[in-house]
């Protein structure tokens, strides 16, 4: 994989300061002190390649479509480029793709927490016996977001080896990014079913759908409307690259503004197949306004998390 390695200096290095220069022009156009970044992967350097690995192997599952990662680069490296961009805060969203193995994610994450405090603190988990153990020791040690992934976990969000846990988050007022949506591909448990069973039986989980539920996005705006804790991450969505493969319904616009105070910038970084500039201005030319700017890149986050 050497030839997808990220460019030497020179060139390159100019281009990531052009780059920081536009971010930080478009946060600062708005009057925002910076960004707040929901949805940023970091993880065991072994774990990310193989995340990696799975994007380069990824042309099938999307019909085809390519996706090259953008910033492939060393975790420091990844740090030092958002906190250039005026990134405030961020998170290090890490899950497991089998059991007996968020624990030893979430060990990983304390570490990563400590020595990066500018990242929010995250934890993950998987439908396993001792899940509530980990989770609830988890939230002891200050976790102040979790990520699930019911896709590349392959698991049912509604399994009762959840219940405790779901039931533990939604007291302790802990946001959960969940990818459950069916895209880049459909998982068994994928699309808003799993989850209103979910939140049926815990109406007050704070759970932030991420990528806007793709391709289901009427479905999960539903439930936001519906369960008030409900938000969305917009991790990916509105991009050139997602509205070829899911195109957000034109007609589901003014429910965004709507939902302004529960809309938050996700981006995905570093795997994503374009500039991290691009999805400021995927959100930019909704044209829902430099309010709704505000809210959905910074404020949002800010008040949940009371950071930044
Ligand atoms: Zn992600």
């Not at 156009?29 to 193989?50: N, Q, Y």
């Not at 979910?198 to 369960?227: N, Q």
């Not at 930019?284 to 709704?292: A, H, Q, V, Y």
Request: proline letters at 8%.
């Amino acid at each position: 994989m050497s030839d997808h390695h990220m460019a030497p200096a020179g060139p390159d290095a100019v281009g990531r300061s052009v780059e920081a220069a536009e971010v930080r022009r478009f946060w600062q156009g708005l009057g925002l002190p910076g960004l707040v970044d929901v949805h940023t992967h970091f993880m065991p350097e072994r774990v990310l390649r193989k995340v990696w690995d799975y994007f380069d192997a990824l042309g099938p599952l999307t019909g085809g479509v390519e996706w090259p990662i953008t910033y492939r680069a060393e975790e420091d490296e990844r740090t030092v480029l958002l906190r250039e961009f005026g990134v405030r805060a961020f998170t290090a969203m890490l899950y497991p793709h089998k059991p007996g193995m968020a624990q030893w994610l979430n060990g990983w994450a304390v570490d990563f927490a400590r020595r990066t405090p500018d990242c929010l603190h995250t934890s993950t988990l998987f439908p396993e016996p001792g899940a509530e153990a980990y989770v609830r020791r988890a939230v002891e040690e200050g976790a102040r977001v979790f990520k699930a992934h019911v896709q590349v976990g392959a698991y049912d969000p509604a399994d009762e080896l959840l219940d405790g846990v779901w039931g533990l988050l939604a007291e302790a007022q802990v946001p959960v990014v969940i990818h459950c949506g069916s895209g880049p591909a459909p998982g068994k448990h994928t699309g808003p079913g799993p989850i209103a069973r979910v939140l049926a039986r815990h109406p007050r989980l704070r759970l932030v759908v991420a990528h806007m539920g793709m391709p289901e996005y009427e479905d999960f705006l539903d439930l936001a409307e519906r369960y008030d804790e409900v938000r969305l991450d917009t991790t990916m969505a509105f991009t050139d690259f997602s509205e070829r493969l899911a195109p957000f319904p034109r007609r589901a616009l003014p429910r965004l503004a709507g939902l302004g105070d529960r809309i938050l910038l996700g981006s995905d970084f570093p795997n994503i197949p374009y500039p991290y500039v691009h999805q400021l201005r995927a959100l930019e030319r909704l044209e829902l306004g430099d309010g709704w700017l505000r809210g959905v890149c910074h404020d949002n986050a800010a008040r949940l998390f009371a950071a930044a």
